[in-house]
């Protein structure tokens, strides 16, 4: 247990180093962050709905900060090239983003095309119902998604290194919202890069 809470508190410091240095970047986070624990609410109470948050909300704001505000030129902080850190990212760098938005943001047409989903839905007679469709599906993209980059590093990795990033995902939300909670109001004092960084990595050594 010891070694499975350290490596997730490396997986954490990691993450927030090398991808978390725009403030607007952490506050979208925060405002993921928040979605994401409404959706979890709701994944007990209507769970297609819940995946419509998640992904509409929580997904789009955390996905905005990283392409489009965190810098991805030389990391002085790290001292670290972007392609390094994209090479040793856990989870999933911006490619594998791109890949897994690209299915999320295509699989709607695959719901109208295929109404039933090959016997997987109740076909859909209104726009609601479509969009319920719609949101099991999402929910499916998901979960296959997080089980299938666990799996993946089960293989490439070893089984601690991939059941840590599932639950430093799961539990993504709680974290972030304690850690970046405050970046609104830096954004608002025009402190756009979190200077706290470099005396972090002066801490951690």
Request: glycine share 6%.
């Amino acid at each position: 247990m010891t070694s499975f809470l350290e490596t997730l508190r490396e997986q954490r410091w990691d993450d927030h180093r090398y991808y978390h240095h725009s403030r607007i970047n952490q506050s979208l986070h925060l405002i993921s962050a928040i979605s994401f624990m409404v959706a979890y609410v709701f994944l007990f109470i209507n769970p297609p709905v819940a995946a419509l948050i998640a992904w509409l909300i929580s997904m789009v704001t955390r996905q905005s900060g990283h392409f489009f505000f965190e810098p991805k030129g030389y990391d002085e902080v790290n001292q670290a090239t972007h392609e390094h850190k994209e090479e040793i990212k856990v989870g999933y760098n911006l490619k594998r983003k791109v890949v897994l938005m690209a299915v999320w943001a295509l699989s709607p047409l695959l719901v109208y095309m295929t109404p039933d989903l090959f016997g997987l839905l109740t076909p859909h007679t209104n726009l609601g119902e479509f969009v319920l469709n719609v949101g099991w599906v999402w929910l499916f993209i998901g979960v296959g998604g997080l089980v299938f980059r666990v799996l993946q590093l089960f293989w490439l990795k070893d089984i601690q290194t991939g059941l840590v990033w599932g639950t430093k995902i799961l539990t993504d939300p709680f974290c972030d919202a304690m850690l970046y909670f405050k970046s609104p109001l830096y954004v608002l004092k025009g402190e756009l890069i979190d200077q706290s960084n470099l005396e972090m990595r002066r801490q951690h050594g």
